[in-house]
């Protein structure tokens, strides 16, 4: 089965930048749905962002729209969140996750999911 693997998670401060990386261990099946989501300490883990593939429609959530940027490298095989204008309360464990079909915001449609990847963003 495919594995995803995040990466670009660090430290930063309020309004600064990450990308963050979502690598596909091997070809996945199409189409499908790419998203991230987030799960800070004591909350549940909830959507960020999503893409489709063929059809490269994207959806977000509203907390994060006009800040976050996702886009697919089909190449590559890595799906990435560009992230801007960072917040405190963007402080989360950030994962990627992939499903057959189209794109969701709901947690239990994704059928493999990465390791996760620690963002902090400090005041």
């Known amino acids: 089965q495919v594995q995803l693997v995040e990466s670009g998670g660090g430290l930063v401060q309020a309004g600064g930048a990450l990308r963050l990386s979502c690598a596909a261990s091997r070809r996945t099946f199409s189409p499908y749905g790419m998203g991230w989501f987030r799960q800070a300490p004591g909350k549940e883990r909830e959507f960020v962002a999503a893409?489709?593939?063929?059809?490269?429609?994207?959806d977000y959530a509203n907390s994060v729209k006009g800040r976050f940027t996702i886009s697919r490298d089909n190449a590559k095989d890595t799906v990435s969140l560009q992230m801007n204008s960072l917040k405190p309360e963007d402080t989360a464990v950030y994962y990627c996750a992939i499903r057959p079909g189209s794109p969701s915001v709901w947690v239990h449609d994704y059928t493999r999911w990465g390791q996760g990847t620690q963002v902090t963003v400090s005041s």
């Open positions: 893409i489709g593939w063929p059809t490269g429609i994207t």
